[in-house]
């Protein structure tokens, strides 16, 4: 298995840009979740003082 990961000096390279593929993708992922709570909230927020507004 070892040999495998270290078949020469190009795996440190590949390995490294799986990991920051792998990270960026996470940030991604969790960034769009944080930003789409945020907005349902805003907009939650938004209708609701509309509706009290037509009242």
């Known amino acids: 298995m070892m040999d495998f990961l270290l078949f020469d000096k ?3 390279y590949i ?6 593929t792998f ?5 991604l992922f969790i ?4 930003n789409r ?3 349902i ?3 939650r927020i938004k ?3 509309g509706r009290n ?3």
Not at 31 to 34: D, E, F, Q, R, T
Request: proline letters at 0%; zero cysteines; a positive charge.
């Open 15 to 20: 390995w490294v840009s799986y990991l920051l």
């Open 47 to 49: 209708y609701i003082r």
């Open 41 to 43: 909230t805003q907009l």
């Open 10 to 12: 190009y795996t440190t």
């Open 53 to 55: 507004d037509n009242d």
């Open 31 to 34: 960034s769009a979740k944080v």
């Open 37 to 39: 709570t945020r907005v």
């Open 23 to 27: 990270a960026m993708v996470a940030f």
